[in-house]
Nanobody, 120 residues
Framework: QVQLVESGGGLVQAGDSLRLSCAAS????????MGWFRQAPGKEREFVGS????????NYADSVKGRFTISRDNTKNTMYLQMNSLKPEDTAVYSC?????????????WGQGTQVTVSS
């Protein structure tokens, strides 16, 4: 089992920055890939970006490329999402997820989510 807990959400103004954290515990040695997703009310869940746990290779959605940065600290079992130049359309519940070695190609583990609200 892998447990994921997000933190760092809050209310900010357009143009501000915010850093989210995703702390992993349990069988963290099995983690292959970790990613961030977001979902706004009335909209479908959207992929934000991901990072390989061993190599730190990142991938981003076009909507956040150049503004958001994903990083991780393996010694702390924590992934981060640095969000700069925030826009009102970034308002959503942000969740982290993980894929594991030897599993199906799906996001098996999920955190509870943290709310990010960007005012205009």
């Amino acid at each position: 089992q892998v447990q994921l807990v997000e933190s760092g959400g809050g209310l900010v103004q357009a143009g501000d920055s915010l850093r989210l954290s995703c702390a992993a515990s349990g069988r963290t040695f099995s983690v292959m890939l970790m990613g961030w997703f977001r979902q706004a009310p009335g909209k479908e869940r959207e992929f934000v970006g991901s990072i390989t746990w061993r190599g730190g290779l990142t991938n981003y959605a076009d909507s956040v490329k150049g503004r958001f940065t994903i990083s991780r600290d393996n010694t702390k079992n924590t992934m981060y999402l640095q969000m700069n130049s925030l826009k009102p359309e970034d308002t959503a519940v942000y969740s982290c997820a993980a894929k594991i070695f030897g599993g199906t190609d799906s996001w098996v583990y999920w955190g509870q989510g943290t709310q990010v609200t960007v005012s205009s």
